[in-house]
């Protein structure tokens, strides 16, 4: 806990304390704000002149609340994450959430992979007044194409062949709160349109269904892509486009944001602990490749690493695969320069090898059922919504003028299975 602050009524409060003590007296300062405004402001800006008398309560709280003190001072700094990125190149990006935050107003998310955009959207739906209400998140990338509407919107029962019953969709699913659409770019076409009139009139129907509900959700977007690029390109619609990026909020890459490192090691730190039930004890040579190397996958990257020394009990290995990163880097033009081998991963060896057969396997019985998705689904012991996700997930698609037993066709109106229709 140590050098560690936080924001609290707008102010900055030293927390520079143990984390039993200050779990008690958060137990003190936070019902005082919250009961009366004008009061917890005074002890707030008091709170030098007033911190003996609070370490004697807190103490005191500390005593018999055991760890609820130190597991409430948890929630404030979980709930709080955003405040562990505290430099310079952040600061533009606290502003924006702070004017945001006080309107229900479309944001557009940008920055690279891994530089924590649902960390910002979280933080924006928890300073806004919709914090009481859900934040869901969607992965544009990672749902089949065939079920994002479905997804989106949800449908009635029998709108399509697989439809068995009612199914609410995010939209509905995050009334009252936050839809966080993550990988905005990857939405394909005819699913831009029908977003963009849901932003436009805050409305939309439930596949095969006539009742018309209410849009009621804060809707923010990210992507790693250059947006105005792809309309440029025509893959992605213009007037979507500017539907979405009413407020854009750009995040800098960990890289140009160095002076995050101790707190957000930390902070993994914690978590491993919380985990793992051990600390990832990072040396101090380790600590200067940290600050020496880009950081290619951001915060992200940061995370993997620690909770890998965490795993091993050592940093040695990370040492001498950043050591190896940090030379290739410093030689433009020859890869792996330095001297030292790209280092082997065998779990990932492993997972790739896992795709590879289960690829096979399912291409293996899409083959046999004549690429009749509804049996392969049977043979392979999954429902039909699974295979579809498997089959994204995969890349897996029909080669063009094989076989294909045709499937029922869905009713009502549904979606028709493409790969299937003669």
Not at 40 to 49: C, D, M, N, T
Not at 203 to 218: N, S
Not at 330 to 354: M, Q
């Amino acid at each position: 806990m140590s050098g560690r602050r936080m924001r609290l009524l707008g102010r900055d409060v030293d927390l520079t304390r143990s984390s039993a003590l200050v779990g008690g007296i958060l137990l003190v300062v936070i019902p005082a704000a919250l009961l009366g405004r004008r009061f917890g402001r005074l002890v707030v800006e008091h709170h030098q002149e007033l911190w003996p008398a609070l370490q004697i309560v807190g103490r005191g709280l500390a005593d018999w609340a055991g760890n609820i003190g130190a597991g409430l001072l948890g929630v404030v700094l979980t709930r709080g994450r955003l405040e562990l990125c505290g430099s310079a190149a952040m600061q533009p990006v606290h502003d924006l959430i702070a004017k945001v935050a006080r309107t229900d107003a479309t944001a557009l998310l940008l920055g690279e992979s891994g530089v924590g955009k649902e960390i910002v959207a979280r933080a924006l739906h928890e300073a806004s007044a919709r914090r009481a209400g859900p934040f869901v998140k969607v992965n544009c990338a990672a749902i089949p194409a065939e079920l994002l509407e479905s997804e989106f919107f949800g449908h009635e029962k029998g709108a399509f062949t697989h439809a068995v019953g009612r199914r609410r969709g995010h939209f509905e699913l995050a009334r009252g709160g936050t839809l966080f659409l993550d990988e905005i770019a990857e939405l394909p076409a005819g699913l831009q349109a029908k977003l963009l009139h849901v932003l436009q009139d805050g409305e939309f129907y439930r596949i095969g269904g006539t009742e018309r509900l209410e849009a009621d959700v804060r809707v923010v977007a990210a992507t790693n892509r250059d947006l105005r690029a792809l309309v440029q390109a025509g893959e992605f619609r213009e007037d979507l486009y500017y539907r979405l990026d009413v407020v854009e909020v750009r995040i800098p890459p960990l890289r140009e944001r160095l002076a995050e490192l101790p707190a957000l090691i930390e902070h993994v730190q914690a978590a491993c602990e919380r985990d793992y039930g051990r600390r990832a004890d990072i040396g101090p040579a380790t600590l200067a490749l940290f600050e020496r190397y880009a950081w290619p996958g951001n915060v992200r990257e940061l995370e993997t690493m620690v909770r890998r020394i965490a795993i091993l009990g050592s940093d040695a290995s990370v040492r001498e695969e950043l050591l190896a990163r940090v030379r290739a880097a410093a030689a433009p033009g020859t890869p792996g320069a330095g001297g030292a081998a790209e280092p082997i991963n065998l779990k990932e060896l492993a997972r790739d090898a896992a795709r590879t057969a289960e690829r096979a396997a399912i291409l293996a019985v899409l083959a046999r059922v004549r690429w009749n998705r509804t049996k392969a689904a049977q043979a392979l012991g999954i429902s039909y919504r699974g295979l579809l996700y498997k089959l994204a997930e995969l890349g897996v698609t029909r080669p063009n003028g094989g076989p294909v037993e045709t499937e029922a066709a869905p009713s009502n109106g549904g979606p028709v299975d493409t790969d299937s229709a003669a």
